[in-house]
């Protein structure tokens, strides 16, 4: 019964850190099965409005949202709603790599298995690594820990851990960020072919990152009222924003002469 | 062309004066260091020098002259035990163990203590030192001649197996610390039974659910204000809580599982209990400070997969915890096991000859033991308690050294 | 395009019954550390109310001079020992009086107070008075001797004080010197040697210490100050052993007090021309001092509430005295000794101690909280 257009929309989204507000007036429509590329300038609030997507920011005590975040057409913050059951539903890779210290084999089958999974565990696991392209490089040491995979294999470990569950969106926040770039690149293919599967929204700093996988992008800068609130400047078809942007100060990012 | 004179005093001169009051103040750093080494060392010593040393026993009959067919008295089996006690104590006295415990029941080891005891029945009359053993070996001579013509001189080593494994006694030379051992091994096992899992709960809660409101900050100052009540008031809220106001549970009468010597709440449970409450705070914030070096990148990724909090602490937070947990853990229970006061305070009993059968028995434990025996103005009584020392530091240091391996193979990086 | 689109989520709340369950009950874990404290100072506080109540009669040696009726209530008494007091209840036999006034042996008596019926006395029966502990006497007395009447805790007091006065004195030099070299001087080869001897020195069990004061530190002082001066059970023995009791916490704590403070300030003053004793004197030293006060205090704290030390080598029998080699019974060494006996609930002794363990407790909680204050704001410095 999927009759939304889109898969996140957000009206109005503003989150606070205690009374600082670290954004605002965030208004965005995210399509389905699209990759969109959040970017902008350090601390304009891109990881927070990304982990407002699965309600993270509730981990941490002094936070609250207002607005609103449709997912599916559904309000997440409405009062009936579960967090877990956003989280199993909008997944998460980091941008440090955090597997659990457990098998490689653990790391994928666990959430699957706390998520009410009930098939065949070992098809799972071959099914996730393939699916993020580690199956090949890990097939015979199932049993080693996550931990002692290089960082781009681990990083691709937390792909294949979230696709285990079978969510619809994935939320990458700089998953690139703490590797080379041969692995970098095999992330970005990755990236590409989880499209098909997936709604996949990814913070970056890479600005050739996000114009060379992303289909849409958005962009966030600090308010120039200088309360260094977050706002969603620019949001649009990923050519169009890096050829043609429509205001000045993406422009000037995009280009480097920001700031 | 002139300089302007410095203002400084002859800088090499002064630089040297404070070079040497450098050197002088290190060499008194180092010696204040020492002297803490220094104190260690003397305090084992002081203890060993009390553990062995020359004795002068006489005994009431030759233990030689109790072999059966040339087999020594202490390779006997019970049967022959028995005889020989039999023959070498009253009817009456015979009808007395056997009231106090029925031979059947009795092992080989009990009836040989009782033939040790009743029989061969040894006197310690004085007894040395260590040091004065090797060092004044005449003078213990002369001594033993003039003074105790019929005793013989024996060079004894107080921390024998026997003293491990035999009963308390009011003799000095056949006493031993089973009863004390047994009794600090249960209430230790009670104490960690209910302190280990309220602990490590309490700081589940402290760090994974608490948010920052007056309750949890009252609770959490509140802990670290319990680690520092003197032990003696912890015995003092046992013997009104535990001793007193639920004797009735304590003492297992409501449960109908009474010991008759007993009938009180002074029991294993009570002392148990009360240990427990007191390693309490410490295992909560050793268990606090564990669960707070889990990183916080596991908890988002078990988040992130839609776990529940309870799912990402129990197979996440607390297996990465664990190891953490367990090292203070074992730091608490050698805590416990060194406890004395307020053991005294909830009634440790001052004298058991009996095992501890269970949670609602007499108790007395190790140190109990050894403030006894060290309390005791007969010397012979200081050199068990050098002993019952000895073998408690020995607990407390495997205990430790297995809290050491367990933190040095646990340094995991994430 | 034909993309799949996903089915919408039952994003609703599950009821998960456990994990309520879980958090309810580990809530309860944390919260027992507060029955603990509510049942530390709800118990001592009962008991010592009990014993500011507890109504004891002493002799008062006051022979009735003449049989008395049961209506009398002028009558004469003996006049030797103590006046008496009027406002004071007596006692003759199960009857108790009121004293009203008092003309030499002449008393005035209120006959039958406290619900007691007025009967007639013999000639020759003698008075008892009304013993009370008060707070001002208990606070301000010299003597305790509970079943005399007199209920000072001074002597006790004094010599808990003294000794854990002695044992700061030794372990604060020490503590804090080889805090020093360790944090300031000590190669990282020295300092692995030197913690875990610290670490074990922490981990001797108090009965062992009491036992080495007794054995060794005690024969040592009479042998250097002279049998006669020092007695056998002594409070300068009982300090000196605590004070190398406390010591291993004195130096570790005052250590990591002392690493604390950041490098950078440590290079300012080498950068000045500051000799590596300059530096951990006049620059680390102060930075760290609240928290080595806060060590010190804690480390107090500690030594007041030790008992085994004391309990073993400083004596049993309050006395009050300013002398350290004289045997003096402390607060914890007494709690002990009079229950280590056979302790009826409910007795005067029973009750006795718990004043003195509240006594204890104030102390002791007064020094952690001043300790953890002083440690907060330590931190507020530096992190
Ligand atoms: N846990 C927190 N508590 C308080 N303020 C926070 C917290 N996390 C982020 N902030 C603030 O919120 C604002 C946005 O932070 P956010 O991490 O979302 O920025 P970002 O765009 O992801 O930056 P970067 O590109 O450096 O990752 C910043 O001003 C930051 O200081
Ligand atoms: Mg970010």
Redesign the pocket.
């Given at each position: 019964m999927q009759n939304s257009t889109y898969a996140i929309e957000t009206k109005d989204l503003a989150?606070f850190?205690?009374a600082?507000q670290?954004?605002g007036n965030v208004n965005l429509e995210i399509e389905h099965h699209k990759i969109t590329a959040i970017i902008?300038?350090?601390?304009?609030?891109?990881?927070?409005?990304?982990?407002a997507f699965n309600r993270m920011n509730e981990l941490?005590p002094?936070?609250s949202t207002k607005g609103v975040v449709l997912f599916n057409g559904h309000n997440i913050y409405e009062r009936d709603v579960d967090p877990v059951e956003v989280r199993r539903h909008v997944g998460m890779v980091f941008?440090k790599p955090n597997p659990f210290p457990k098998s490689i084999y653990e790391n994928i089958a666990w959430g699957a298995r706390i998520n009410g999974y009930t098939g065949n565990m070992d098809e799972l696991v071959e099914s996730a690594l393939r699916g993020a392209a580690l199956w090949d490089e890990v097939h015979d040491k199932l049993d080693q820990s996550g931990t002692s995979l290089s960082g781009g294999q681990q990083q691709r470990l937390c792909i294949a851990r979230a696709i285990a569950v079978k969510p619809d969106i994935i939320l990458m926040?700089?998953p690139c960020s703490a590797l080379d770039p041969i692995a970098t690149l095999r992330i970005e293919e990755l990236m590409y072919d989880l499209a098909r599967e997936y709604t996949i929204i990814i913070?970056t700093?890479n600005m050739q990152q996000a114009a060379r996988v992303s289909d849409y992008t958005a962009f966030?800068s600090l308010s120039e009222d200088g309360k260094?609130t977050?706002q969603l400047m620019e949001y649009g078809d990923t050519k169009t924003i890096f050829t043609n942007p429509g205001r000045k100060i993406t422009e000037d990012y995009i280009t480097g002469r920001f700031g | 062309m002139s300089q302007a004179p410095s203002k400084f005093a002859d800088a090499s001169l002064q630089v040297n004066r404070r070079h040497v009051s450098g050197k002088l103040w290190l060499t008194i750093f180092q010696v204040a260091t020492l002297i803490g080494v220094v104190a260690l060392t003397v305090l084992l010593l002081t203890i060993l020098n009390d553990s062995f040393g020359y004795v002068a026993v006489e005994n009431k009959v030759d233990p030689d002259s109790l072999a059966v067919n040339g087999i020594p008295l202490d390779a006997q089996d019970k049967e022959t035990l028995m005889q020989t006690l039999r023959a070498n104590i009253s009817a009456g006295l015979y009808a007395r163990f056997e009231r106090d415990q029925p031979f059947a029941e009795r092992d080989a080891a009990n009836v040989y203590a009782l033939i040790q005891e009743f029989v061969i029945s040894p006197r310690i009359l004085e007894s040395w030192t260590l040091y004065d053993s090797l060092f004044i070996r005449e003078q213990i001579s002369e001594t033993l001649e003039r003074d105790f013509p019929n005793a013989e001189l024996q060079f004894r080593n107080w921390l024998s197996w026997n003293f491990v494994r035999a009963q308390q006694s009011s003799y000095p030379e056949i006493a031993g610390v089973r009863t004390a051992i047994l009794g600090s091994l249960w209430t230790i096992g009670i104490a960690i039974a209910f302190s280990l899992p309220v602990g490590v709960g309490a700081a589940v809660y402290l760090q994974e659910y608490a948010q920052d409101n007056q309750i949890n900050r009252i609770i959490q100052t509140n802990i670290n204000n319990l680690a520092g009540v003197p032990s003696i008031i912890y015995g003092m809220l046992g013997l009104a809580i535990f001793v007193r106001a639920f004797g009735l549970f304590t003492s297992g009468i409501a449960f109908g599982a009474v010991d008759p010597a007993t009938a009180n709440g002074r029991t294993i449970l009570s002392a148990g209990l009360t240990l427990g409450l007191l390693v309490l705070p410490l295992i909560i914030i050793n268990a606090q400070e564990a669960i707070k070096a889990v990183p916080n990148s596991l908890r988002e990724a078990s988040f992130g997969l839609g776990a529940t909090r309870w799912e990402t602490i129990w197979a996440h937070v607390l297996p990465n915890a664990l190891p953490g947990i367990l090292t203070g853990s074992i730091l608490a229970v050698s805590r416990a096991i060194g406890e004395t006061a307020p053991l005294i305070v909830i009634g440790a009993s001052t004298f058991i000859q009996v095992d501890p059968s269970g949670p609602f028995s007499k108790f007395t434990t190790l140190p109990i033991q050894i403030f006894q025996w060290t309390t005791r103005p007969q010397g012979a009584y200081h050199h068990l308690a050098a002993a019952a020392s000895l073998v408690l530091l020995v607990m407390l240091l495997t205990l430790n050294a297995t809290a050491i391996l367990l933190r040095n193979r646990s340094r995991r990086s994430y | 395009m034909a993309i799949p689109t996903p089915p919408v989520a039952p994003l609703r709340r599950r009821t998960r019954i456990h994990e309520v369950i879980i958090q309810g009950l580990l809530f309860l874990c944390g919260l027992i550390s507060i029955f603990v404290t509510t049942g530390i100072i709800y118990e001592l506080s009962k008991e010592a109310y009990l014993f500011f109540g507890y109504q004891q009669w002493l002799p008062a040696h006051k022979p009735l001079v003449a049989d008395i009726a049961p209506e009398q209530t002028l009558f004469e008494v003996g006049t030797q020992g103590p006046a008496l007091e009027v406002g004071s209840h007596y006692r003759i036999g199960d009857e108790i009086m009121l004293l009203e006034a008092v003309d030499g042996a002449l008393v005035q008596m209120q006959r039958g107070a406290q619900q007691t019926e007025p009967i007639a006395h013999r000639a020759g029966l003698t008075l008892s008075r009304e013993v009370n502990p008060n707070l001002l006497e208990f606070l301000t007395g010299t003597a305790w001797e509970p079943h005399n009447g007199r209920f000072g805790i001074l002597p006790l007091l004094n010599s808990t004080l003294i000794v854990s006065s002695i044992a700061i004195l030794v372990a604060l030099p020490l503590g804090l010197a080889t805090a020093i070299y360790l944090s300031e001087y000590a190669t990282p080869t020295a300092r692995s040697r030197l913690k875990p001897i610290l670490e074990i020195l922490a981990g001797v069990p108090t009965v062992v210490y009491g036992f080495f004061a007794l054995t060794f530190m005690t024969p040592l002082l009479r042998a250097i100050f002279g049998s006669g001066v020092v007695e056998i059970y002594n409070m300068a023995s009982a300090g000196i052993v605590v004070g190398i009791l406390i010591l291993p916490f004195v130096s570790t704590v005052s250590e990591d007090a002392l690493s604390a403070v950041p490098r950078s300030l440590r290079e300012a003053a080498y950068g000045l021309g500051a000799t590596r004793l300059e530096t951990a004197i006049q620059i680390v030293l102060p930075a760290a001092f609240s928290g080595i006060a806060a060590a010190v205090i804690l480390a107090a704290s500690r030594a007041i509430g030790e008992t085994m030390v004391v309990a073993i080598a400083a004596g049993a029998g309050p006395n009050f005295t300013f002398n350290p080699f004289k045997a003096a019974e402390t607060m914890t060494g007494h709690i002990a000794r009079i229950s280590g006996g056979d302790l009826s609930y409910d007795s005067l002794d029973y009750n006795s101690i718990f004043a003195v363990g509240l006594m204890l407790f104030l102390m002791t909680l007064v020094l952690n909280i001043i300790s953890q204050r002083i440690v907060r704001r330590f931190r507020e410095v530096y992190e």
């Open positions: 989150i850190y205690g600082f670290a954004v902008g300038p350090s601390g304009c609030g891109k990881s927070t409005v990304l982990r941490i002094s936070v941008q926040d700089e913070v700093h966030f260094r977050g | - | -």
